[in-house]
């Protein structure tokens, strides 16, 4: 099995910063690509920013310099550092990993979730 565990959600007021992080664990033989997305009331999920195992990022346009992905490919883990959070940032977000694990003596590759932590920019 694998579990995707995050922390870092909170309040904070426009302008402000937050810190997401998220762990990988479990029967992990490799992990691609690792990203963060959210979901608002109302609203589809959509992307937030992705980050390859060789450190290629991309974001949405709407976080375009204000929010910076890293990962730790050793601890498996991938972090997204938010600043100049606005009132439409306000959403559950999401850990993703697209990775390859070993199940049964098969190598598969899937997608896997986190629980989301709530992210609200109110003041």
């Known amino acids: 099995q694998v579990q995707l565990a995050e922390s870092g959600g909170g309040l904070v007021q426009p302008g402000g910063s937050l810190r997401l992080s998220c762990a990988a664990s479990?029967?992990?033989?490799?992990?691609?690509?690792m990203g963060w997305y959210r979901q608002a009331p109302g609203k589809q999920r959509e992307l937030v920013a992705a980050?390859?195992?060789?450190?290629?990022?991309n974001y949405a346009d709407s976080v375009k310099g204000r929010f910076t992905i890293s990962r730790d490919n050793a601890k498996n883990t991938v972090n997204l550092q938010m600043n100049s959070l606005k009132p439409e940032d306000t959403a559950v977000y999401y850990c993703?990993?697209?990775?390859?694990?070993w199940g049964g003596g098969i190598l598969s590759r899937n997608d896997y979730w986190g629980q989301g932590t709530q992210v609200t920019v109110s003041s």
């Open positions: 479990g029967s992990i033989f490799s992990i691609n690509a």
């Open positions: 980050i390859t195992s060789g450190g290629r990022a």
């Open positions: 993703n990993a697209d990775l390859n694990r």
